[in-house]
């Protein structure tokens, strides 16, 4: 076998492995017109799964998917009479003024970077549970205690590299899942939505205030996902995507970075694999990690993906190298781990 072998399918999909002595390493890219991440995570699971067929494993056979259910998506959960307004009612962008990008620490940074260029760091198995118990204590949840301590540490960051508008808006982009029970098979990108969480700095550094707002408002998304202004805005303009391409557009900054919560991808996967001590098993592979980070948006410096396996939980990070080094890149990442750590220790 090949040390290093490419493989460039159609529809957007480009597979890269590369194989060592005792492990393989398998880089998956997809366009996100093709799928979003649930999608591209079911897709590793077929493929596990018909790597293990090849090599004898005795599954259990594939869901089969419904074309009619497919083309259906979203007629029944969504539209401007189950919202409550008409179709053509005035409603504003939902994006409001520009936000604060993330500060270069004074690098130039580079224009090339070995893909796929994350920058990761892991909770294990003993210290991910401290963090559910600390964060269950406070009544949040994990993706709330990351949050909140996120944006802390955004801030600090451009404080410290004396952003030119310290007072701006920081806005996290946070991707919402629109699949309802019964439709785990449904891996179109329009199934996903997205919200931006907005605060000024003097909103962060009022921690009790932050705790409590994050708290709120992600419940709230979490129950009206359907109605979050995004999708209401979507569904009442009547434009060609180029329209929309300039309107929604442009150079300025929607968000500061993109967060999204993964969870454990296996559990995405359409068929039921068997394990090894907790490891997903297909064939002769034991699936050892596995990880990902959401696209970056055009002016979004970062974007950030949580996952759990394991029971291990990784912080994923890409970043935009024209604006931030390998070592400022590390050095965010280390800035945001001592602030979760500092909240462990109160």
């Known amino acids: 076998v090949s040390k ?60 089969e998917l419904n074309e009619a259910d497919l083309r259906a998506r979203l007629r029944e959960s969504s539209g401007p009479a189950l919202l409550g307004f ?18 270069s620490n004074g690098g130039s940074g580079q224009a090339e970077r070995v893909y796929p260029n994350f920058f990761t760091a892991t909770y294990e198995k003993n210290e991910y549970r401290d963090l559910r118990l600390k964060a269950q204590d406070r009544g949040q949840t994990i993706n709330e205690m990351l949050l909140e301590n996120l944006f802390v540490a955004l801030a600090k960051w451009n404080q410290k590299y004396g952003f030119e508008n310290p007072e701006g808006d920081i806005a996290v982009n946070m991707p919402l899942d629109l699949r309802e029970p019964g439709q785990s098979t449904f891996s179109a990108t329009n199934m996903v939505t997205t919200t931006l969480l907005r605060r000024t700095v ?3 550094e009022d921690r009790d205030r932050l705790e409590q707002t994050l708290r709120e408002e992600l419940a709230k998304l979490k129950h009206g996902r359907f109605e979050s202004p995004l999708i209401r805005y979507l569904i009442t303009i009547s434009k060609t995507i180029e329209e929309m391409a300039v309107e929604i557009g442009g150079d300025r900054c929607l968000a500061t970075v993109t967060f999204s919560n993964t969870g454990d991808p296996t559990k995405r996967f359409l068929t039921q694999l ?57 050095e965010f990442l280390d800035s945001w781990v001592e602030c979760i750590d500092s909240g462990l220790a109160k």
């Open 4 to 63: 290093k072998t490419s493989l460039i399918l159609s529809h957007g999909l480009r597979i890269w492995c590369r194989v060592e002595e005792d492990q393989t390493i398998a880089t998956f890219v997809f366009h996100h017109a093709c799928c979003d991440g649930i999608g591209a995570y079911q897709f590793i699971g077929d493929v596990l799964w018909f790597y293990g067929t090849a090599m004898g494993d005795e599954l259990e056979p594939l869901i």
């Open 86 to 103: 008409q179709k053509h009612a005035k409603m504003q962008p939902p994006f409001g003024a520009p936000v604060c990008p993330v500060a």
């Open 202 to 204: 003097s909103e962060i």
């Open 274 to 330: 068997p394990k090894v001590k907790g490891r997903v098993k297909a064939g002769n592979l034991v699936l050892e990690d596995i990880n990902g980070v959401s696209p970056l948006r055009i002016n979004t410096r970062m974007a950030i993906s949580l996952f759990s396996y394991q029971r291990r939980l990784r912080l994923c990070m890409r970043t935009d190298s024209a604006y931030l080094s390998d070592q400022a890149s590390q």
